[in-house]
Nanobody, 120 residues
Framework: QVRLVESGGGLVQAGGSLRLSCAAS????????MGWYRQAPGKQRELVAG???????NYAMSVKGRFTISRDNAKNTVYLQMNNLKPEDTAVYYC??????????????WGQGTQVTVSS
């Protein structure tokens, strides 16, 4: 069983910064990609940023230039550096892991979510 533990959320003023971390543990044969999603009240969950096993990144247009995703393969950890935060970034942020175990490919696991609140 895979476990994702997120940390780093909180309350920050507009223009401030936060860094989210997500550490994966458990029976992981290989990691295909890791990513961060967010869900604001009354809205659908959306992709914020993703990073492939080869280090290729992609971002939502709304965060491009402000957020940076990175990963530490040795620690099975993904980070999301969020700068110049805006009130519209307020949401619950979820870590997502795409991986394979020794039997099954193309699995997905979600973290429990961490609240990010940006005040104006």
């Amino acid at each position: 069983q895979v476990r994702l533990v997120e940390s780093g959320g909180g309350l920050v003023q507009a223009g401030g910064s936060l860094r989210l971390s997500c550490a994966a543990s458990g029976i992981i044969f290989s990691i295909n990609a890791m990513g961060w999603y967010r869900q604001a009240p009354g809205k659908q969950r959306e992709l914020v940023a993703g990073i492939s096993s080869g280090g290729r990144t992609n971002y939502a247009m709304s965060v491009k230039g402000r957020f940076t995703i990175s990963r530490d393969n040795a620690k099975n950890t993904v980070y999301l550096q969020m700068n110049n935060l805006k009130p519209e970034d307020t949401a619950v942020y979820y870590c997502c892991l795409y991986y394979s175990d020794s039997v099954t490919p193309n699995l997905r696991s979600w973290g429990q979510g961490t609240q990010v609140t940006v005040s104006s």
